[in-house]
């Protein structure tokens, strides 16, 4: 039973202690001075700042640190000023947990494993990247090629950019560069209604001398030159892209009538041999007509891996390690065509040490029989270190009920297990595999049992963010079906209101634009009017009020902490609001980590 009324003091000291716990991380303490780390970074981050402490040597900056160089493309570059191994990536609001972000002087490259949070996770690995930073992105030093943007006289390979104001800026500039010496002056282009389109798009023609096939040097920057800009973005000779200022988006320019709305991969890569990786697209027609999809590989590997058939998705387990290209095409009864591709590295795992998932058999999202015993395998792979041995845990989840029907609650060296569903539905497989130095990979995958293979089901449901975000996040959904008769038709509806009515589209996006729950909801309908529905909820903050402020007072104090410590060891209970202010780390619990990084943070410690 917690005394309540225990003193302060002891409180205090139980949290000092707790600080000095979770502030252990798993870093070794060969980081030196001189060593270059390396990061990714989030198309949605606009500044990298890389903030380091600890170690016997070397100064540390205050918060957020130090801003980070540009290599390429999304990689930037921070020499450690001595031998601190304690890092945090930021943007200055988000960052990387000081848990997971830890240079051992080896691996020196961090992938983010999401784009918003006050702890994110995520892996390191070796860099293999171009080293010499650019600093093409220097508006400062730029010169202006006014002779080089006459949209009249395009030479060679050249891009086309488009801007959808639809922010209403009312001066709109456009900046291009691909080095030093060959970019527009800050602000840059000033665009005007002669530079508009017959849809109202503003177009800028980008010379071929001003663009890199690679799309790791240069880029384009929309902005009123007041303050309001778009990311840095990326594009290449021949492409064509549009970007929308209210959303924030940065996408393909499609003016075909057969359209490619969504392509893309289960995963994020770069994967492993053998990995289960579902590639999906989606496309409308302007007739209306039936669509059709080929999905094919080329480089390490050269192969269709479905042809043609109105199936939108198709599971790929590549066998060999490379680079690859992934194309889909798409055809239309009307004749029209249309493709896509996008490059793809697989790795070999022969020597790794982490623990690597690569899925489960039967494969995700696959459709298994109701009251029929289903046996499920995982496959993974790794572990190369210590006793090479591998440790798994897993739960099978009915999702409507909530209630587990098999698994282990301790980790065991059994990667089988077998359940009958007892009802037709989904059911989720949360598997965590670790290995002998307790490095720890989770994944979640879902099964759908169905008294008939032909029913109609909705086979993910998923969100291109965590479930929960502050107010102006986009978010996008995609939802996948099988079964039934095709094609099919998705529609979306948040807190009960259509929001996109029936189309060949699988994704929707939303800006968040008010606080608070959001319901959203996705209904599939087939070719003979069957119907599937699946719904998730968006929980969105109110950037106003700032984490840890248990108490709402403006600022992140002790009494914070002490509150949330008590509610971690359920002394008290708290509102719904409360809670999820205090989930620090976004874990979605309220937990003893989370007082202490409030403790820290009211400390000004992170």
Known sequence: MVNAKKPLAVVLALLMALSALFAVGTIGASAASGDVIYFEKPDSWNTVNCYVWGGNSGEAKGWPGTAMTLVSGNVYSFTMPGDQNNVIFNNGNDQTGDSVAGYDGTKNYF????????????????????????SATDPTSATDPTSATDPTTPVGDVAYAYLDNEAGWTTVNVHYWKDSSKSTS?????????????DGYYEVIIPADYLDSTKTKGGVIFNNGSGDQSADLRIAPGESMIYNNKTKTWKIHDTSPLKVTSFGTSEKSPQYKETDITVFASGTSETGSAIQYQFSISGAENKVLQAYSAKTSVVWNPKKAGTYKITVELKDSDGNTNSRSIDYVIKD??????????GIT????SVIKTSQKADVVVNASGGCVGTNLLFYKVAITQQSTQKVVNGDVYYSLNNHYSFTPAQDGTYT???????????????????????SEADLVIQSFQSSTPSTVNIGTEVTFTALASGGSQPYQYQFAVNGTVVQAYSASQTYTMVADKAGVQKVEVTVKDASGKTAVSEMDIDVLDQSVTPGDVDKDKKVTLKDAIVVQKAALQALQLTD??????DVDGDGRVSLKDAVLIQKISLQII
């Open 111 to 134: 992938t983010p494993s999401s784009s918003s949070g006050k702890s994110i996770g995520g892996t390191w690995s070796v860099y293999e990247g171009p080293t010499n930073p650019t």
């Open 362 to 365: 039967p494969a995700a999202n």
């Open 186 to 198: 800050w602000p840059g282009i000033k665009l005007s209604d002669a530079n508009k389109t017959a």
């Open 577 to 582: 609001e409360q809670a999820t202010i205090a």
């Open 429 to 451: 497989v949360t598997v965590s595999v670790q290995n002998s130095k307790n490095h720890t990979v989770t994944k979640s995958y879902e099964l759908f049992a169905s008294s």
């Open 349 to 358: 795992d022969a020597t790794e040490a982490n623990a690597i998932l690569k």
